[in-house]
């Protein structure tokens, strides 16, 4: 399995913008896809349960966005440097979160039981 360790996370206005990253250690990520997650203050679920935020494939050349986050968020990884990033501009106060990195072989899923190695999370939390 690879290790994720994500960071990035902070409160934010709304209208502003955070930069997440997925750092990745062990097994290198770089022939599988990554995904980001968010779980909500309150909405506490099974792991599974996650909420689909975005995902990329390996070769970073095909994407995916929950249709919330579609032209505001950009998800990108550079595979020289094992790390996965999350781009969010004109945050929402229903963005608040903690954010989930995560990773699986093969092809993307907008499924979180897809996948098969998870970071700890960071929280992000946008004010009115």
């Known amino acids: 399995q690879v290790q994720l360790v994500e960071s990035g996370g902070r409160l934010v206005q709304a209208g502003g913008s955070l930069r997440l990253s997925c750092a990745a250690s062990?097994?290198?990520?770089?022939?599988?896809?990554v995904g980001w997650f968010r779980q909500a203050p309150g909405k506490e679920r099974d792991w599974k349960e996650r909420?689909?935020?975005?995902?990329?494939?390996?070769?970073?050349?095909?994407?995916d966005y929950e249709d919330s986050v579609k032209g505001r968020f950009t998800i990108s990884r550079d595979n020289a440097k094992n790390t996965a990033y999350l781009e969010m501009n004109s945050l929402k106060p229903e963005d608040t979160a903690v954010y989930y990195c995560?990773?699986?072989?093969?092809?993307?899923?907008?499924?979180?039981?897809?996948?098969?190695?998870w970071g700890h999370g960071t929280q992000v939390t946008v004010s009115s």
């Open positions: 995560a990773a699986k072989d093969g092809y993307y899923s907008d499924w979180a039981g897809d996948y098969t190695s």
């Open positions: 062990g097994r290198t990520f770089s022939s599988g896809a």
């Open positions: 909420d689909f935020v975005a995902a990329i494939t390996w070769s970073g050349i095909t994407t």
